[in-house]
């Protein structure tokens, strides 16, 4: 089972970056997908998950300006982010988890994980 993420880049104070973050080896589509992320010197934090019923949850620092989407088809999860602050740079990691509650926030609840994507933005 691999997670593989992408997207990330250099971009500046209110500009925007969309994250993918396509799954192999097994279905996602009865999982729980999410985003956390991870700046240098602070714990791995929350940031969105996506309900393979369709409900979602965000970390509050986030709302309104980031949005979760996934294909299940593809297998992918999305995290569409608008309104970047340099606040925002970490490096981000998709996860999974098959745990049959929700939301799921914090990153012991979440079994598979990617190997993370690189998100700065300049002030």
């Known amino acids: 089972v691999q997670l593989q993420a992408s997207g990330g880049g250099l971009v500046q104070n209110g500009g925007s970056l969309k994250l993918s973050c396509a799954a192999s080896?097994?279905?996602?589509?009865?999982?729980?997908r999410a985003w956390f992320r991870q700046a240098p010197g602070k714990e791995r934090e929350f940031v969105a998950a996506?309900?393979?019923?369709?409900?979602?949850s965000y970390a509050d620092s986030v709302k309104g300006r980031f949005t979760v989407s996934r294909n299940n088809v593809e297998n992918t999860v999305y995290l569409e982010m608008n309104s970047l602050k340099p606040e925002d740079t970490a490096v981000y990691y998709c996860?999974?988890?098959?745990?049959?509650?929700?939301?799921?926030?914090?990153?012991?609840?979440?079994?598979?994980w990617g190997q993370g994507t690189q998100v700065t933005v300049s002030s």
């Open positions: 996506s309900r393979w019923s369709g409900a979602t």
């Open positions: 080896g097994r279905t996602f589509s009865g999982y729980t």
């Open positions: 996860a999974g988890s098959r745990r049959n509650y929700f939301p799921l926030v914090t990153a012991k609840e979440y079994d598979y």
